[in-house]
């Protein structure tokens, strides 16, 4: 009778951890797939740039962890040793937008980002052309139709009242004579 008793407990219990394993907590291949979310800046910085996007019926960007520590170690950079002064940006794998402002006023990622969508007014899609002495560079690259992955950073340079804000986009894009959409 002892026997019997001990493996229907054995059996209960098994049950119960069968029921809490898997009635609480997800499959284990559902954990891998799940992902972490965002932290705000970047949930900023994806949302307003596919706000965009969607404007123009591109498909929207996925935020890269790889491009983002790409661009952290460079607004690092270039805080600690170039006074966050615009980055050399020429022979990078990324496209890449960059913006630099001075007098202390904080700029949030929204803000980068809508600051390179007010080109938007001077580029005409119908011709893939930019009105003369405007720039639309890093309009078309928030829009670049091949580019489907992003990753931003910011810096804030005390001493000089300043900071940086540079994106990564892969691919790259901006190719003369190439529409961005």
């Excluded at 394993?21 to 291949?29: K, N, S």
């Excluded at 705000?40 to 404007?55: P, W």
């Excluded at 007098?103 to 969508?117: D, F």
Aim: one cysteine or more.
């Amino acid at each position: 009778m002892k026997m019997v008793h001990c493996h229907l407990f054995l059996l209960a219990t098994i049950a119960i951890f069968h029921i809490s394993a898997h009635g609480a907590m997800p499959p284990r291949t559902a954990l891998a797939d799940m992902a972490a979310p965002l932290p705000s800046a970047a949930t900023d910085f994806l949302e307003a740039h596919n706000k965009a996007r969607a404007e123009v019926g591109v498909q929207p960007l996925n935020w890269s962890q790889q491009l983002e520590n790409a661009t952290s170690r460079l607004v690092r950079y270039q805080r600690n040793n170039l006074r966050c002064q615009f980055a050399n940006l020429t022979a990078g794998k990324y496209g890449a937008n960059q913006l630099h402002a001075s007098g202390g006023a904080a700029v949030t990622p929204r803000m980068a980002v809508e600051e390179w969508v007010k080109q938007k007014e001077f580029y005409n899609h119908a011709d893939n052309s930019c009105l003369p002495n405007h720039r639309c560079g890093v309009y078309t690259q928030v829009v670049w139709r091949k580019s489907v992955a992003l990753g931003c950073a910011q810096a804030t340079c005390v001493k000089e009242q300043s900071s940086l804000t540079i994106c990564f986009y892969d691919p790259p894009g901006n190719y003369a004579g190439e529409s961005p959409y």
